[in-house]
């Protein structure tokens, strides 16, 4: 049974719908977050420490989402201090976010009197997930999914990605299952340490699409929206006018044209077999069940 609506008001604006952009490293958030910074009425964060903190919190040890209504609040108490609209609040916001709101002071990237919904699409959202339900019952989610093989090609050449793969993650206090590692019992802890860089990124991305998946048993289709990186990729103006469908307001195209946008594909020329062949065998399953095989 989900609790009861909560009204969050921020800078005097009712929260209704919030839109949260849930995806696993190098999926194409951050694409999604730049148009929809620049969709009307909307006021859409990235990244801000105050919710990075407690998402981390959140994926270290997933028995604190379960402890009653105390991680609900905290998460949407984080939120409401990233969404205030004050001057100099975008000089807390990540470059990502500054770059996508087109920021080049200190802000803040948004009016009040103009905004009428907030979202946010920091990293690694997905794994709060169902606490985010828990806060905000009617908010709107959109997904997106891409090839884990090209997902692992561009984990490998980010060094944020990585600094999560160093052995000491795996401490007396890790919790299990723990999905953000991927890693489903502290029997495994050692043939995670013990495992290629490749093989922990494809265990990340796999964890994550397991979740998506599970959210879509649990939401209605008016609030989950699913969409293909590839897709994304590929048609942009389509793929935005079925999200601004689902969100009920106008997503603009012209915010995804002229971008530099990974390519489908890369994989094939920028792992080697040995990593390829490791990623395939650890997802296969999903890779297969998703049509990347």
Not at 15 to 38: E, I, M, N, T
Not at 170 to 194: C, I, M, Q, Y
Not at 238 to 257: C, D, I, Q
Request: charged fraction near 25%; glycine fraction near 8%.
């Amino acid at each position: 049974m989900r609790p009861p609506t909560h009204i969050l008001v921020v800078n005097g604006i009712k929260v209704r719908q919030p839109v949260f952009v849930l995806a696993a490293p190098h999926s194409g958030s951050d694409l999604l977050a730049r148009a929809l910074k620049r969709s009307p009425g909307f006021h859409v964060t990235m990244g801000r420490a105050s919710v990075a903190h407690v998402v981390y919190a959140f994926a270290r040890r997933p028995s604190i989402t379960r402890r009653g209504m105390g991680a609900t609040r905290v998460l949407r108490d984080a939120l409401a201090e990233s969404w205030q609209i004050v001057p100099g609040a975008c000089l807390e916001c990540p470059a990502p976010c500054r770059e996508a709101g087109g920021v080049t002071g200190a802000g803040p990237c948004a009016t009040p009197g103009a905004i009428a919904r907030f979202g946010d699409a920091s990293p690694d959202l997905i794994y709060s997930a169902s606490v985010l339900l828990q806060a905000f019952p009617d908010a709107r989610f959109v997904q997106l999914i891409r090839d884990g093989r090209d997902v692992v090609a561009d984990m490998l050449t980010d060094p944020v990605a990585l600094s999560w793969f160093k052995p000491a993650m795996l401490s007396e206090e890790t919790e299990f299952p723990n999905p953000f590692l991927g890693v489903n019992s502290g029997r495994h802890g050692d043939r995670w340490k013990a495992m290629p860089t490749a093989g922990k990124c494809a265990l990340r991305w796999r964890s994550a699409v397991r979740l998506s998946a599970a959210l879509h048993q649990e939401l209605p289709r008016e609030q989950l929206l699913t969409l293909r990186y590839e897709d994304l990729a590929a048609s942009p103006a389509e793929a935005l006018e079925g999200l601004s469908a689902f969100l009920e307001t106008r997503v603009p195209r012209v915010a995804l044209y002229g971008r530099s946008v990974p390519k489908v594909g890369v994989w094939r020329t920028r792992l080697r077999g040995a990593d390829a062949e490791l990623v395939e065998k650890v997802a296969r399953e999903e890779l297969t069940r998703l049509g990347y095989r």
